[in-house]
Nanobody, 129 residues
Framework: EVQLQASGGGLVQAGGSLRLSCAASGFTLDDYAIGWFRQAPGKEREGVCLSSSDGSTYYKDSVKGRFTISRDNAKNTVYLQMNSLKPEDTAVYYC???????????????????????WGKGTQVTVSS
């Protein structure tokens, strides 16, 4: 059974850090792009960042310099290190995998992806001011 399990969310004060994990089972991450997405209350889901199978990484402008996506293919796990968290980062965070992701762009910058094959259940991140 194919599964993506996101974990590591929690409550943190503004300026703090969290590390999310996305563990895959039932398939091998090596050939997949893995993206992190988030959805805040009353808002649409948006792309946060993505790690391509070739090692390229893409970030939404608002998280550049604060968030880092990394993967450990040996552990079949992708991580999202989130530093300098802001209240506007509060959302449910999801990880998703795609063999052939299609990218969205806005103003010349990466802004998300679609055509994802697998989605994990989300993990709540709450940043207090």
């Amino acid at each position: 059974e194919v599964q993506l399990q996101a974990s590591g969310g929690g409550l943190v004060q503004a300026g703090g850090s969290l590390r999310l994990s996305c563990a895959a089972s039932g398939f091998t991450l090596d050939d997949y792009a893995i993206g992190w997405f988030r959805q805040a209350p009353g808002k649409e889901r948006e792309g946060v960042c993505l790690s391509s199978s070739d090692g390229s990484t893409y970030y939404k402008d608002s998280v550049k310099g604060r968030f880092t996506i990394s993967r450990d293919n040996a552990k079949n796990t992708v991580y999202l290190q989130m530093n300098s968290l802001k209240p506007e980062d509060t959302a449910v965070y999801y990880c998703a995998a795609a063999m052939h992701p299609l990218f969205l762009s806005y103003g010349g910058s990466w802004s998300g992806a679609y055509n994802m094959d697998y989605w994990g259940k989300g993990t709540q991140v709450t940043v207090s001011s």
